[in-house]
């Protein structure tokens, strides 16, 4: 074959190949996998927190990447609220999540009980034995294959985390993800 033949037989491969991943990305998921709470104190003998001991909430997150090609983000970040207050953020380092693959993060936040206190409706979830909290965490990456980009992607996942006061344990959450592209 002459050499022309090669390059066109080559172009045709390419464009073939880099067609089918373009028209096949899929968009990662993230989800907010697991989240715990470390440590927190009472105030003598009763269900109250006490407003001066900080918190550690153990949260992970997992990247999944359904795609062949390889999900690169950048550094996000995990931010915990109540209500309105926000009451503990983390840095979620940038990575890649190669193709296929599903990639953890483990985070531990810290926060001061006292801003709980700061909401008048808290003494109530305290009554009522269950305290809403929510995670929000968010990724922002590109689709590369073949070390060109191929799609850009933003994606955001807000969870509501039911702590039961009494056990420490979370109860219930349940996840909304949001993704643009
Ligand atoms: C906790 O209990 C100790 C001893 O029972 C008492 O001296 C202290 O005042 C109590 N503290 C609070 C915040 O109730
Ligand atoms: C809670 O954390 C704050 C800020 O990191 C610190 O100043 C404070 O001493 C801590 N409180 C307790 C009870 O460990
Ligand atoms: C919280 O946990 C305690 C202890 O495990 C349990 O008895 C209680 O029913 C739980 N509260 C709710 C609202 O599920």
């Not at 550690?56 to 970040?77: C, H, M, R, W």
Request: positive net charge; charged residues 20%; aromatic residues 10%.
């Amino acid at each position: 074959m002459s050499k022309k033949l090669w390059i066109i037989l080559f172009i045709i491969i390419v464009t073939t190949i880099s067609g089918f991943v373009v028209f096949h990305v899929k968009d990662p998921q993230i989800l907010i996998s697991r989240a715990r709470i470390l440590n927190i104190k009472y105030m003598n003998g009763s269900n109250i927190p006490d407003p001066s001991a900080n918190i550690t909430i153990e949260v992970d997150v997992s990247i999944k990447n359904p795609n062949l090609a390889s999900f690169q983000y950048e550094d996000g970040s995990t931010t915990l609220s109540y209500h309105d207050i926000n009451i503990g953020e983390a840095k979620t380092p940038g990575g890649i999540a190669k193709g296929r693959c599903t990639r953890r993060v483990h985070l531990i936040l810290k926060f001061v009980m006292e801003k709980l206190f700061l909401d008048e409706a808290f003494s109530s979830d305290i009554k009522s034995g269950i305290v809403i909290i929510n995670g929000y965490t968010y990724f922002e990456g590109r689709v590369k294959a073949f070390g060109a980009f191929i799609k850009h992607v933003y994606l955001g996942v807000d969870c509501e985390i039911m702590v039961n006061i009494t056990s420490i344990q979370v109860h219930d959450q349940s996840c909304r993800q949001g993704i643009s592209l």
